[in-house]
């Protein structure tokens, strides 16, 4: 079972991005021996929160094609703690081009930011195991998260 809420959806910011928000339980299981969210636990919400902004299939568009991670970055900026209310992991498109994208994302809740990552995802072609270029609807999608 994923840790996520029901809670999801879009959010717009003032000035900002329009952003996805997941949102995320912490579990006990995701403490390290010091009872901070562990760092790899910490990739794994980014993994939730991009699953759930990735599947805009529900909204009755076409899903996206086969993707792979290419990279990730993340700065530790504060330690989560185990807590009853989930936090929000919010997400954004921080470049589109023709084969790949890059994903902004923050864990946060209102009163700190935790995590600030990027990814960059690639368009893959699992049929023949190379890069693709992104379809227009992939794009179309992205575009509307697209920062300024």
Do not use: C, K
């Not at 902004?104 to 809740?109: F, K, R, S, T």
Request: no cysteine; hydrophobic share 40%.
């Amino acid at each position: 079972m994923s840790g996520s809420t029901a809670g999801n959806g879009v959010a717009d910011g003032v000035g900002t991005a329009r952003r996805h928000v997941h949102l995320e339980q912490v579990r006990f299981a995701d403490l390290d021996p010091l009872n901070h969210v562990n760092n790899v636990r910490m990739l794994t919400y980014l993994e939730n929160a991009r699953i759930s902004f990735l599947r805009w299939d529900v909204d009755g568009g076409p899903p996206f094609g086969g993707l792979v991670v290419a990279r990730h970055e993340a700065d530790y900026l504060r330690p989560l703690l185990l807590r009853r209310a989930p936090v929000r992991v919010e997400t954004w498109v921080v470049e589109v081009r023709h084969a790949s994208f890059t994903l902004g994302y923050e864990v946060l809740d209102d009163d700190a930011v935790y995590l600030r990552a990027r990814s960059v995802l690639v368009g893959y072609d699992l049929d023949v195991q190379r890069p693709r270029r992104l379809h227009d609807e992939e794009r179309a999608h992205l575009l509307r998260f697209l920062s300024e």
